[in-house]
């Protein structure tokens, strides 16, 4: 496995590869894998002749109260991990080498981020845009592999390269789970022990939609407010947002038919997580 810091590198790899005829899957992270991240790098693993992950903790998604300078890092156990699950390359860059002085450009998008995470993290979606066609721009990967934990990030990266007719298929892959049922996050680190336990209460959630949906309710309010109860039960809980929205346009929807998504941000002491299901 290679590991690599500049674009050049990886641009000269990832266009070798293309030119002897093979198919190269790109995995973009934040870096401190975790089985959630192992399930992409497995999934491209299985679909591409070449697999990259990246790995760039991008500032530009931060807003200035956020955790970047906290967000944990390892570098050393995410090489062992991607080598160890077949990866061809790691793409490490610093921040100089993907934003140089001069920087000036962004990928921005109307209406998909106006909603859910957007509304309380309003450079984010700017950021993740930017980043994403960049490392597009850079690996030119066959196919791109982002996770449904982070469901309106996958619904703007697919509207991103429909939009700018970027030429990769975009994969989403299943959220991957504890045993408890706390969807995986490299932020999970953060919870103490009282607040790990306290944060069982959004897949707990998720499960009351997922039940109440299959028992014929589709009237978003009727779905939300059990599942807002059963949030603010837990003293340590406190809502970012629980919504219900249209699967494509990640507007609100009051009425819950395919393709739908009903997300949640939830702030466990400090640590804000995330969590979802969809209905497709
Ligand atoms: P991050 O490093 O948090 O930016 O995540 C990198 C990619 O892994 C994104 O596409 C995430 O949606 C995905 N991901 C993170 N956690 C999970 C999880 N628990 N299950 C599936 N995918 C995940």
Redesign the pocket.
């Known amino acids: 496995m290679q590991s690599v810091k500049t674009v050049q590198d990886v641009r000269s790899q990832s266009k070798e590869w293309k030119k002897q005829g093979l198919s190269v899957g790109l995995v973009?992270?934040?870096?401190y894998l975790h089985a959630?991240?192992a399930?992409?790098i497995r999934r491209a693993r299985a679909e591409n002749d070449r697999v990259v992950v990246s790995i760039f903790c991008n500032p530009m998604q931060f807003g200035p109260a956020e955790d970047l300078a906290s967000y944990p890092r390892d570098l050393a156990h995410d090489s062992a991990l991607c080598q160890e699950l077949g990866a061809d390359l790691i793409f490490h860059p610093e921040p100089s080498a993907m934003y140089d002085a001069a920087f000036c450009s962004f990928v921005d998008m109307n209406i998909l981020p106006a909603t859910l995470c957007g509304k309380s993290r309003p450079v984010h979606f700017r950021g993740v845009c930017t980043v994403v066609a960049k490392l597009l721009n850079i690996v030119q990967p066959d196919n791109a592999y982002?996770?449904?934990?982070?469901a309106q990030?996958l619904a703007i990266i697919r509207r991103m390269v429909a939009d700018l007719n970027i030429d990769v298929t975009i994969h989403g892959?299943p959220?991957?789970r504890e045993h408890d049922g706390l969807?995986?996050?490299?932020r999970n680190t953060y919870l103490s022990g009282e607040e790990r336990q306290a944060a069982l209460v959004l897949s707990q959630a998720v499960q009351l939609g997922q039940a109440l949906f299959a028992q014929g309710e589709t009237r978003a309010a009727n779905l939300l407010e059990p599942m807002r109860k059963h949030i603010e039960s837990q003293p340590l809980a406190r809502i970012d947002y629980l919504q219900a929205v249209d699967g494509l346009t990640m507007q609100p929807i009051s009425s819950v038919c395919a393709p739908a998504l009903v997300a949640m941000a939830v702030y466990i002491g400090k640590t804000r997580l995330l969590d979802n299901f969809i209905i497709e």
């Open positions: 973009p992270t934040m870096g959630g991240h399930s992409l982002f996770g449904q934990k982070d990030q892959c959220i991957v969807a995986m996050s490299s």
